[in-house]
Structure formats: C-alpha cells, structure tokens
C-alpha cells in the first residue's frame, strides 16, 4: 500500500469510527503563573489549571479534542503545540507561534480542536519563547477503541513525564542566549519525573525559598502489585537533556515509539530524547519486600546534575519507602555507540509495518552546525540559522503576502565534498534567514540531518529533531558523514520505525522519508529548546493551496492583522 | 481666562511655535531584556537601546517627538506612556495598554507621535503590567524656546531618575499579588538615583552575581562649581515608595512641580511620590574641600532599605571622593504631618497662575480602600476594583463596542455619612469592574480623592494619583473625612498649582479640578505599581465623537483585531 492510500484509508477510518463511536473532549485551560517547588526550590512555573506538568489528555482515537485555552499571563503571549499530533485537515491548530498562528495574547482565549486520529502516546507544550521550559508541558494518551488489540497486553498503566529543570527564568537563559557576550545558564538544577525532583537546599541563598519537607517535591512513586505487567508512557518535555531511563531491576520492553507499534525490543536502560515518547512493559516479578528506583539519568552531555529518581513501588510496601539501595546511574554519558545502536534497534512491530515509498523525489541533506553569525552564536542548518517572521507562513502563503519573508528557497545541501564536520569549522558564510522549503503536494522527501563539530573542538552534540504534521521512516542512521551514493544503499525499506522525533547522534547522520500530503506549514526543527531559539530550525510548505478558509483566530500580528 | 481659551491659547501657541521654528525629533528605541548591575547586583532589566533608565528625551516646547518602539521582548508585549505630556489631540500617542491601545507584540515596532506642547519635566515608562519596575524609564525634558524667560535662573543643570528596585523579578512580585494567598515581595533591595544603588553583596546566594566593584553601580555623581548654581530636575518612576530627597548641607528652593513654575519654597529636603517631577534650585555655597552626600530616603512606609546615596561632587574634588560624613537620613517616617505641610506650601508662581474655573460641574468622591474580594486582596475606589477590558476603550467607544466593558457608570461616590475611613472595613459588597466615568465635553469636573484606613490595623498608606491627558488644580488638602458642605469653602480658587500627579496623605483627602477638554479616553490611577496591578485606579472618557479615524496601528487585541 502506498502512503496516499494508507492516509486515505486513515481518514476513511477516522470517518467511520467519527460516525459510530467518536467523543469530543472539551477542555478548558486557565495558563498562567504560579510559585511551584518541583524540586523543593519554589519558582515561578507556568501551569495549566494550576498545574505542571499540566493535566493529561486521555481520549480514543478518532476523538476530537477541543482545548479552549485562556492566557491569564499578565504581559505574555502564548501558543500550544500538540507534539505528534498530525493535524491532519487542521494544520492551524498545530500551535506552532510564527508558523501556524499569531500568538495567544494575555487575557485572550484561543480554542484548538483537533483530532486525534491514531493510537499512541504524545506530548503538548508551550511554543512559543521558552515556555515550554518554564512548566508549560504535559502528555497526551491516545487509547485504542474498546475491543481493539494492541501487540502487547498488560494489567496497569503509569505514565511519566520527564524534564530538566533550572532555578533561572527562561528570560534568564534566552537573555544570555541572545547576547553578544553568550552567556550560558549552565546544567540543570535537577532532572523531575511528573515534575518532582530533588535539589539540595543547602544551596540555595538567603532570598530563595527552598523547603525539603514540601509535598510538592516527595518524589513520584508507581505502585506495582507484585507479578503484574505494566505499560509505562513515557514522554521527554525536556529543555536541554539527552536522558537515560533505568527502572533498577526490571527489564523494559520497548513496545511503541511516538505512536508506532515497536519490534519488541528489551533493554536494560532507554534512552530518551526531548520530544520523544516510548512505551516499555515492565513486569514487577522482583523480590516484592521492597521498593526500587527510577533513575533518570543525563547522556550525551556531561551530567552536572544529580540523578533524577522516583519510587518503583512493590505493593504494599510504603509508596515512599526508600529502596536499600543506590540509584541507578545509567550508562556512561558519552557512550554514543550505546545509544547509536539501542536507536538503530527500533523498527517497526512486524504486524504494523507500513512500508516507506521504495523510492524519493527529493533529497534535502541538512547540515547542522554551531555557527558565529556577526558575532552572535547560533545554531544553523546548511549555514542558515532560522528566524520566524512576524507574520505566521500559514497566514503569509495563503494570502499571497510574499514579502512578510524570504522568497529565497532554503538551501537542499552543503559543500559535501570538502566540508569537514569532524573539526571546528567558522563558516564564515552563515546567515539568519526566514526561507522556507516547498514542497510539491504528495511528492516523497528524504530528509538527511547531518552532524558536525560544533564551536568547540572535539565536540559534537546529539540533537532530536521533531517534524510537524507528519511521521517519517527511520530510514538509517550512520556515523560520519553521509555519502549520497553509498549510504541510501543501506536502508531499511523493509520495517523501518515511523517517528515524529529521532536523534542525530554526535558526528553522525540520520535519514528520514516522508510523504508532503498533508496541507499546511510545519516546522522542523531541534527540540532542544535553546537550539531552535538560537536557530536549528526549517520550515517545510505543502499543498497549502488546498485549504479553505483560514480561521481568523490565527491572525493578529504582523501582516495578519486587520485583514 | 478661562480654560478652554487658555487652551486655545495653548493650541495657538503650539501652532504658531510649530509653523516658526518646532523641530521634529525622531527616535528608534530598541526594547529588549539585558542583565543589568545597578546596585551591584546582576539582574534582568528591561532596556532602550540598552539602557535603564532609558535615555533622556531633551525636546523644546512645541516640537514634535516621534518614538518608533521596536518590541524586541521574546515573548512579552509592552506599550510606553508618556507622563505628564497632555496628548492634545493625539490620545492613541497616550501609550496605556488596555485604555488607548493594544500592546506591541513581540516583533513588532509602534510609533507614538506627539507634540511637547509645555516646558518642564516629565518622564515616560512603561504602561504595561509591571514593566515599569522591570526598568523600562526615563525622563523627559521640554525646554523653553531660547529667548524665553523662566521665572529663576541657574547655570546649569543635572537631571535625578529616581527610583526603588527589587532584585526578584515583577513576574514574581505579580504573581504574588494575584495568588489568593497573597504574598508580597517586600521592600525593595536597593533606592536608585540614575539607575545606581548600593547592594551588600554579602547578603547574596551562591547562585547570585553581584559585585561591588562593578562599574555599573559606582554612584552617580554630580559636578558643581562652587558658588554657581544649578537646577535639579527630578523624576520618580518608583514602582511603590515615596522618597525623600536630601542634598547634604543644601537648601533646595522647589521651583517646578510636573511642569508647572511654582512659587519659590525653600526646604531643607524634598518628598517626591511616584509619578511626580519637581526642578528644584540650589547653590554650590558650601565648603568646597569635600563632596556631599545625595539621601534618598523611603518615607510613609517603615522604611526597610538603606539611604539611596549619590555624590554632590565640588569641582575640582574626585567625583566619586566619599564625603566624610553620613548620608541624610531624612525627616522620620511616618511624620504625615510633615509631608502634608509641604504637598499644602506648593502653589502656583504668581506670573504663571491660570486661575481654575470658580465652580465645577461635577464632583466625584472617590473612597481608596484595600478589600477582599472573592478572596483576593485588591486595591478599590468606591468599592470597585478597577479591571482592564481586552479591547482598548478608545477603540471601544469610537466603534460603538458597547459589549467589551460594563455599561453601568462607575460610582460616584461612597457612604459619606456612614463609612468610618479610620477603621478596618471589611466591604462587602466591594467588586470588580471595567466601568468607567464619562465626562460631557468642556465641563468642569471636581474629584476627591479619600484616603481611608487598609485592611490592617491603624494603617493608612499614600497614594500618588496620576491624570493622564490633563493637569488638574489642586484645590486643597485635608485630614479626615472630606465634607462637601464645609471643605470646598477652602479650596484655593485664587493660585492653586497644576499638576499631573498628586499624593492622597493617609487619612486625608485631596480635592481636584480639571476641564474635560481633551478628546479620548484618560486612565486616572494610583501610581504605586503593585497598586495600580491590584485594581486602583477608574478611567475617564470625554469628547471621543469629535476624534478622527483612529490610527490601526492602536488595534489588534479582542474586539479590535480584523476590524
């Protein structure tokens, strides 16, 4: 079946499960700011309901969510992505400032409806600054209808939402970000599970407030009853951390990745990237007199934060018994083969595969470096580092309004030949530009994400890259740099894993394939937060022509205002 | 003369000035977040063009300025009011977010146009949430045509922004004050003159930069010659103390008050409330070895921060050569008395007194209580706690949108004869509301301002009120509960002086009058930043059938987007 027929087929089915069984699920947020002491520091969060992480979003596929937003910021905007949901006919309501909408202004109400249209376990946060960052984050479950088989069962579900956290504001770090004299905020304070952590309060100066006995930051527990299995959901809304998941003496079976059915694989330990989403099937079969660690642990970066740690809890021990024993501490953080290889493992389960097209119209190799740009340090793509337009590209390309950004196509490569990406490079050519990429409606694209050394010698980092309004095929990854006319050889056109967000690893590369039938403008970025906000971004265009009549709730800024 | 030919007279001046030798100043301003060291302590300020306070606009009277704002906030809308400056017929140039129009988005770039249409001293920051605070400030000078003759001379002139600063940010301090568990942040860390305080650095957190020997916080220093003389200009942009302002060994003779020439009062120091602008003269008579101490002082509230110091630096002493005695401490606190005395000495300079029409229209009473209201605490006038509509009311009454704000006229006065102002009230029936006062064109409107006892015990605190769009008489002050029969017996009908801001004593009443001659919408406020946030102050609505189109510039928000 090619990838057309396979969307049609998906929208014939969300019709037909619409028409018999669908629900619509209204929701209503209240963002604002609140003093939270995830880690029993107390600092300013933005919540949802009052909340951080904010509430899940459970419904079935074929549901339709409606989330009425309110920004009760008193002088910010706002905007909520719905990380993984395709947004299949609805691409305004992707939430994406700048691409997809005007931003949300405070006392405004913003209502997002869309429907989710595949099983799975998804994200939302904030995108709009570093929101996301400031607690503006939380997990979507898309359950299957009842009756419907999964390729794994279980007795009970945990879900866990994973992040970094800083004693800084976001306007803190994006100050130093942007300025000439870069100025990083350096490690996280404290890694959270459900956003419960644990920082040292000895540490803390004689303003802040910092209360270890605060119930906001008792770690979180997961009550097992002994000899049952359980799925665990797990989503990374992390700012910064590459993070490494170890449940101290249970094996995980890697079951779904981003809402596709995984080849069940079983590991030790899981590495997760900010924007991904994994199930695992845990079994509770260990000696059950005790309790035993979640450890979350940084990879990829030199840790300079303690492990994060919640409770695996044996039922009916005390939820916050402590475990005997010492927390995990993960692999060794700069093992990328580790990690290189535990991502390669990850296809697609054998009875769900949905083959990629055997073959692509287009190749766009996407180079991705750290760069000095006028003095600045930024992030750029083929020597471009992003910047959004004041007027949403939805808005702008729908009505024609040419010059709210650059006509310019984006660049589909880099200098192959002679580039060194294993050595500092100063690309003395990089510039800031809002070009975007078109794409010719229903034509199939490969994308390849090709790392490099970054500003400093010997370093290169990992970075996760998330696609909007679409799954891609993992078609491979590798090491070094990617060659045109060898590596594609080597793809996986059998059951390769589909994804939203997939890791290109230190010095390597990995290639994506993907179908541009799904009307809108989508960003394609990093989701390490301050690396799209220092410009490791892109924007893919498809079929816009197609779409009716935008809803003028998008509008309001820049060109999009009193039209 | 009456007023409306003495603003004719005014308008006619502005013209003819305009048509012989008015210049116009255009400005770009860049406002962004930059990390800041005022009082040694690195904070994030928001800066123009990377200062706080931002630069000084120098103008001559009748020119015309124009401010092309870029918002260069990443994720914050902002909006800058113009203090003092009367906005005759430019009310969208007002800069009050919510009152004369929606703020600028982030991106974005706005341009207020106005003219200077008197000399004196005035300031402009913003109107914006709590941005004020955040650092974005300054002053603004209007001179006199050269040739013209001011009723004092002096040989040159040194400008004072005064200010309090607190080392969380106004995001935090807001959110405090919205929490229905109210938290305040305290008093301020540091008192600012020119944007440099003093921190002890030894107070400060692990986590904390702050360094005493930051250039950014060496003091401001003043230069003199011995025996010449200066004027000081003077501008409080505090978010919430009234000051006390003592130059070591030298009388000042108060000369302006928010634009107006005063007859010449000497004092030994000078109180000064948020929003108002004083130029006071003084000579460099004293012992010219040394330098002198420049006292900023907190008064009305118990004061919790150290003096404000700057230098008084005799040429040719080191500017920065400490004076070998102690700063001024001020008068005491919590001496009303005093502060009344001298708010009661200033009235207008004989040469200059535009005599207030003899008899008013209108009188509103307005009661200034602290309340709970649903839980919160609030600031109220006649039981009413002021709200912001999303549409701007300038935009909402030219377009006839009587939905977005409360048709019900605002009060227009309390209980006289029952409410006991020297007690704990607990109001009851106090509310929220966007209702507003609209005023028949030309008519001359009286306001008292009557101050009343807080939600605690034995307190009552100062308000400095601010009229945008006009200056008002002060027709006199009193202690106590102002009677309508008796008090208005005693107004000073014969040189009252005119100004723009004006403090309420605790427990007093301050009367007002103005002529609502000046077409557009006026917000009429406390000064006091967390005050204002919290619900004091109304607005006033006068003559907008005769405006013109509104520029589009001022919409994009609520009701005003896609009009």
């Known amino acids: 079946m090619n990838s057309i027929s396979s969307i049609l087929l998906l929208l014939l089915t969300v019709f037909f499960t619409s028409s018999i069984e669908a629900r619509v699920h209204h929701l209503k947020w209240d963002v604002k700011y609140e003093y939270k002491s995830p880690d029993c520091f107390s600092k300013l969060s933005i919540t949802i309901n009052g909340l951080s992480p904010g509430p899940t979003i459970t419904a079935t596929r074929g549901d339709t969510v409606v989330v009425e937003v309110f920004n009760g910021l008193l002088t910010e905007n706002t905007a909520i992505h719905w990380h993984g949901i395709r947004q299949l006919g609805t691409p305004w309501s992707d939430g994406t400032e700048g691409v997809t909408q005007?931003?949300?202004?405070?006392?405004?109400?913003?209502?997002?409806?869309?429907?989710?249209?595949?099983?799975?376990?998804?994200?939302?946060?904030?995108?709009?600054?570093?929101?996301?960052?400031?607690?503006?984050?939380?997990?979507i479950r898309v359950l299957v209808p009842e009756g419907t088989r999964e390729p794994f069962t279980y007795d009970?579900?945990?879900?866990?939402?994973?992040?970094?956290?800083?004693?800084?504001?976001?306007?803190?770090?994006?100050?130093?970000?942007?300025?000439?004299?870069?100025?990083?905020?350096?490690?996280?304070?404290?890694?959270?599970?459900?956003?419960?952590?644990?920082?040292?309060?000895?540490?803390a100066g004689p303003m802040d407030v910092c209360?270890?006995?605060s119930p906001e930051c008792s770690p979180?527990?997961?009550?097992?009853?002994?000899?049952?299995?359980?799925?665990?959901?797990?989503?990374?809304?992390?700012?910064?951390?590459?993070?490494?998941?170890?449940?101290?003496?249970?094996?995980?079976?890697?079951?779904?990745?981003d809402g596709h059915y995984v080849r069940p694989v079983v590991v030790k330990n899981l590495n997760v990237y900010s924007g991904e989403t994994y199930s695992v099937i845990i079994k509770a079969d260990q000696d059950p007199s005790r309790n035993y660690w979640v450890g979350l642990n940084v990879v990829s970066r030199k840790p300079g934060t303690q492990t994060g740690?919640?409770?695996?809890?044996?039922?009916?021990?005390?939820p916050l018994a402590r475990p005997p024993t010492a927390p995990p501490a993960g692999p060794m953080w700069n093992d990328v083969e580790y990690r290189f290889n535990q991502s390669r493992s990850i296809v697609s389960h054998p009875e769900y595969v949905e083959p990629p097209p055997r073959t692509s119209d287009r190749l766009i190799i996407l180079l991705n470096t750290q760069n000095k740009i006028d003095g600045y340090t930024k992030w750029a793509v083929n020597n471009v580092?992003?910047?959004?337009?004041?007027?949403?590209?939805?808005?702008?390309?729908?009505?024609?309004?040419?010059?709210?950004?650059?006509?310019?196509?984006?660049?589909?490569?880099?200098?192959?030949?002679?580039?060194?990406?294993?050595?500092?490079?100063?690309n003395p050519n990089a510039t800031t530009s809002n070009s975007i990429y078109r794409m010719d409606f229903g034509s199939t694209v490969d994308v390849v994400l090709q790392n490099a050394n970054t500003l400093n010698p010997n370093?290169?980092?990992?970075?996760?890259?998330?696609?909007?309004?679409?799954?891609?095929?993992?078609?491979?990854?590798?090491?070094?740099?990617?060659?045109?006319?060898?590596?594609?050889?080597?793809?996986?056109?059998?059951d390769p894993i589909?994804?939203?967000?997939?890791?290109?690893?230190?010095?390597?590369?990995?290639?994506?394939?993907?179908?541009?039938?799904?009307?809108?403008?989508?960003?394609?970025?990093?989701?390490?937060?301050?690396?799209?906000?220092?410009?490791?971004?892109?924007?893919?265009?498809?079929?816009?022509?197609?779409l009716g009549k935008l809803p003028t709730s998008i509008m309001g800024c820049g060109e999009s205002k009193h039209r």
């Open 102 to 139: 005007c931003p949300i202004q405070p006392g405004e109400t913003f209502v997002y409806r869309f429907v989710v249209d595949r099983e799975g376990t998804y994200m939302y946060h904030a995108h709009y600054g570093m929101q996301r960052s400031a607690g503006l984050h939380g997990m």
């Open 156 to 203: 009970g579900e945990r879900t866990l939402v994973i992040n970094d956290w800083w004693h800084k504001s976001t306007f803190e770090q994006a100050t130093g970000l942007a300025s000439s004299k870069f100025t990083w905020i350096g490690e996280p304070q404290s890694l959270l599970i459900n956003g419960r952590g644990r920082y040292n309060c000895s540490m």
């Open 211 to 213: 209360n270890t006995t």
């Open 220 to 257: 979180a527990s997961f009550v097992l009853v002994p000899g049952k299995t359980y799925r665990l959901r797990i989503a990374s809304v992390a700012s910064l951390s590459a993070f490494n998941l170890e449940l101290e003496g249970h094996n995980l079976t890697i079951v779904e990745a």
């Open 309 to 318: 740690t919640a409770i695996l809890n044996y039922y009916p021990n005390h």
């Open 385 to 426: 580092s992003f910047t959004l337009p004041l007027t949403p590209y939805l808005v702008a390309i729908k009505q024609g309004l040419r010059h709210v950004f650059s006509q310019k196509p984006a660049p589909e490569t880099y200098d192959l030949k002679t580039y060194d990406i294993h050595n500092v490079s100063h």
């Open 459 to 494: 370093n290169s980092e990992t970075h996760p890259w998330h696609l909007h309004g679409h799954d891609f095929w993992v078609m491979g990854y590798g090491m070094g740099k990617f060659d045109p006319e060898v590596d594609p050889k080597s793809y996986n056109l059998v």
């Open 498 to 546: 589909q994804k939203n967000t997939v890791a290109v690893h230190p010095y390597g590369w990995t290639a994506l394939r993907f179908v541009a039938n799904n009307p809108g403008v989508w960003a394609f970025h990093c989701h390490v937060e301050a690396h799209f906000f220092m410009g490791m971004g892109v924007v893919f265009e498809e079929g816009v022509e197609k």
